[in-house]
């Protein structure tokens, strides 16, 4: 098993360019998660879901849209980046997540926006 | 909303001293989990509490969940160069919510 894999690893924009990040997990979860990650904040949720064709906000959404078309993919999209989001982005799966079940974490994008 | 607080921020120890972070919530949490991240790398699961009072170990790591359920702590004893990173906790509220992660605290061990 892969677990969770996340691409790309490292990006740079320009502010105002698109792009989308893709998350996925040979694991089954019902559940992913898509965090940033900035200097002594620890990790925010952004979006999340929890099955197939489901996504819904997190604690700093704006800016950001998802999508779960397939179980094993979560797909996190900037429209129009801007510099507060250059950030490290994690993915996350679990099996479940209503019942404190483990994260597993992916990789991690490095993602600058100019 | 839920708030999850963690203290030190960082912390420079040598090695073969003992280490505490110690995590805060601003509410009751059903259960609590921690993970480390090694530097450059991605958080990793430890240990989830879920019983008020609960203590459990593994090797030189110690981990506690408050009486209240609203605090809870990671003690390593005699920190070894292979535990730097930093340490996070996630709480998880009464009803299900979603885990809410503290800051972290960054641990350098000196050799």
């Known amino acids: 098993n892969a677990g969770v894999t996340q691409t790309p690893k490292f990006r740079v924009l320009k502010t105002g360019q698109s792009m989308t990040l893709l998350c996925a997990q040979d694991?089954?979860?019902?559940?992913m998660y898509w965090y940033r990650q900035d200097p002594g904040m620890g990790l925010r949720l952004i979006h999340y879901?929890?099955?197939?064709?489901?996504?819904a906000k997190g604690e700093v959404p704006d800016g950001y849209n998802v999508s779960r078309l397939k179980k094993q993919n979560f797909l996190l999209g900037l429209e129009s980046a801007a510099p507060s989001q250059t950030s490290v982005y994690f993915c996350?799966?679990?099996?479940?997540?209503?019942?404190?079940?483990?994260?597993?974490f992916g990789p991690g994008t490095r993602l600058t926006v100019l | 909303g839920q708030q999850v607080m963690q203290i030190p921020q960082y912390q420079h120890v040598q090695e073969g001293e003992d280490f505490t972070t110690y995590c805060n919530s601003s509410?009751?949490?059903?259960?609590i989990q921690w993970y480390k991240q090694r530097p450059g790398g991605h958080p990793v699961f430890l240990i989830q509490?879920?019983?008020?009072?609960e203590v459990k170990k593994q090797k030189r790591l110690t981990f506690q969940f408050g009486e209240a359920k609203k605090n809870s702590s990671l003690h390593i004893t005699a920190t070894q160069t292979t535990d730097v990173g930093t340490y996070f906790c996630?709480?998880?509220?009464?009803?299900?919510?979603?885990?809410?992660f503290g800051p972290g605290t960054r641990l350098s061990v000196l050799p």
């Open positions: 996350a799966s679990s099996p479940l997540g209503n019942r404190g079940d483990t994260q597993y």
């Open positions: 694991m089954n979860h019902e559940y």
């Open positions: 879901s929890v099955g197939e064709g489901t996504t």
């Open positions: 509410t009751t949490l059903s259960n």
């Open positions: 509490l879920v019983k008020s009072g």
């Open positions: 996630a709480g998880q509220g009464n009803y299900g919510q979603n885990f809410v």
